[in-house]
């Protein structure tokens, strides 16, 4: 049976497309081009469903959701904008509307969500109410209208109001800890802290003391008892960054915590309840670690739970104009006059690749502010720092036909590099031999579909000490696989 939905939209045009396409489906449509007339049928008791507009001569529809809500509380609100930031999304999300549906839109989707508006059981208790968002226009935490990102503002807005594990991927720089932050300043926890960990940054033995804390004497050099990441994010979010750098180990450690909600620390026997809100990113492709036996494939279910992606800024140029004028009105917080970019230098920008994608851009800006006299940047500008800046910002590449010896050489001098004085902790030559182990089993795993007989005698080895590595390495065989 047909329902009646209420429209209220100031552009003739969509009302009519909306009117067709609904009247299509059975139902019957009433629209207003403002929001008074959309108010007055509401409080006549008319109307099964709402389709507003934010921007209305006479009021803006987000305010309207929480009286239509009050008088109300069972009509569900379909918000649609042109005014795409993450706050309309927030706010449209908090006020209670049902969805949220950015403009413009296709067709097919708004369909697709009134059905589901009209079809989904009312929850018996509305959804807890968010404190409301009190940020400016001017303070938006993530820039970007293009429709990528208003993908993004719209799963962020529904995950507001829930504890759901975010998987943020993503090359970086192109905002991964930022959608991470908002996740948690306009979520639930926002009154909890939010604490980040680089899986990069620490050193792999140490990684799980870091995590979990751990007990005085559990390891030479545990002096005192240390807390973890895990007890200091209680209440809160826990960022993990780059959790494809996480150690198997310590991924099996996780996986625990993930399914029984309590952990141990390093050494100690207690379990701990947690309570924390768990946002993974990478910018590496986490199924082809899985295939090479690198993560476990059992955590990134569980961690996956909610993906979100954040394209590179080569593929959502439309974003570049907006994010130079937030980085150039940044620069005058810190005394610099406000500057501008004419049409071509902005045209030459928007065809740059940026590796580094809004971290390079940002870079950029801030110099231009504080380098250059002049307040309009044109083009001669952009060239002459995209020229200079390209071979730093370009990702170091890997030398072609490099022998596997000479990789591994390079990789090691790295890794010595990167310590204090050269000298990497001990227990040196059985890690790296790990190292080099596991993608060697793993490809041969692969290789054989899997099939360990075959794999012993590609590899080699007797197979019995092929079955012991695998455990050992925590290798995960997977028969059958391509
Ligand atoms: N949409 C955006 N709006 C405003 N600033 C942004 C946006 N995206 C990224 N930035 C800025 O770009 C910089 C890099 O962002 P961030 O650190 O979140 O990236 P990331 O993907 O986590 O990077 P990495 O993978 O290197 O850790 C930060 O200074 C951040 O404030």
Do not use: C
């Not at 329902?3 to 209220?8: C, E, M």
């Not at 003391?209 to 545990?222: D, Q, V």
Request: neutral net charge; hydrophobic residues 40%.
């Amino acid at each position: 049976m047909g329902a009646t939905i209420l429209v209220a939209d100031d552009d003739r045009a969509i009302r009519t497309v909306l009117t067709q396409a609904l009247a299509r489906l059975g139902h019957e449509v009433r629209s207003a081009g403002n929001a008074a007339t959309l108010w007055r049928w509401v409080s006549e008791g008319q109307g099964d469903l709402v389709i507003t507009d934010v921007v209305m001569p006479d009021e803006n529809g987000l305010d309207l959701i929480p009286r239509i809500k009050r008088t109300r509380p069972d009509l569900r609100i379909i918000v649609m904008s042109a005014q795409n930031t993450l706050l309309t999304a927030v706010k449209a999300a908090e006020r209670g509307a049902f969805d949220y549906l950015p403009k413009p839109f296709d067709l097919k989707e708004l369909v697709a969500m009134v059905q589901k508006a009209l079809s989904s059981p009312r929850p018996p208790v509305e959804p807890v109410p968010l404190p409301p968002v009190e940020a400016e226009e001017e303070t938006l935490p993530l820039i970007g209208r293009s429709p990528a990102m208003q993908e993004i503002y719209r799963v962020l807005a529904r995950l507001m109001g829930t504890d759901l594990t975010v998987m943020v991927t993503g090359e970086s720089g192109t905002g991964k800890e930022l959608v991470a932050r908002a996740l948690h300043d306009y979520g639930k926890r926002r009154e909890g802290p939010f604490v980040a960990i680089n899986m990069a940054a620490i050193p792999r033995e140490l990684i799980e003391s870091e995590l979990f804390g751990h007990e005085k004497g559990a390891f030479t050099g545990a002096t005192m008892r240390s807390t973890g990441r895990f007890e200091q994010a209680q209440g809160g979010t826990l960022f993990l960054d780059e959790i494809g750098d996480m150690p198997l180990e310590a991924q099996t450690r996780l996986l625990r915590v993930l399914q029984e909600g309590e952990y141990t620390t390093v050494g100690g026997r207690t379990p701990i309840k947690t309570d924390v809100r768990i946002v993974a990113a990478t910018h590496r492709d986490l199924r082809t670690l899985i295939r090479q036996g690198l993560f476990r494939e059992d955590l990134f279910y569980r961690l996956n739970v909610v993906p979100i992606r954040i394209p590179p800024l080569r593929e959502r140029t439309e974003d570049i104009q907006a994010l130079v004028r937030h980085f150039f009105h940044l620069a005058t917080h810190q005394g610099l006059p406000l500057k501008s970019m004419d049409n071509a230098a902005m045209e030459r920008m928007k065809r740059h690749r940026w590796p580094g994608n809004v971290r390079e851009l940002e870079n950029m800006v801030r110099r231009l502010a504080a380098l250059y006299a002049q307040e309009v940047i044109g083009l001669d500008v952009i060239e002459q720092e995209l020229a200079e800046a390209a071979p730093a910002s370009q990702p170091a590449e890997e030398p072609v036909n490099e022998g596997l010896g000479a990789a591994v050489e390079r990789h090691l001098k790295e890794y010595f590099a990167a310590h204090k004085d050269g000298v990497p902790a001990a227990g040196l030559y059985d890690r790296v031999l790990r190292e080099v182990e596991r993608p060697l089993l793993s490809l041969s795993l692969l290789a054989t579909k899997g099939n360990q007989i075959k794999a012993a005698h590609l590899l080699g080895l007797n197979r019995n000490t092929l079955r012991k590595k695998i455990r050992e390495l925590d290798i995960q065989v997977v028969r059958g696989l391509k």
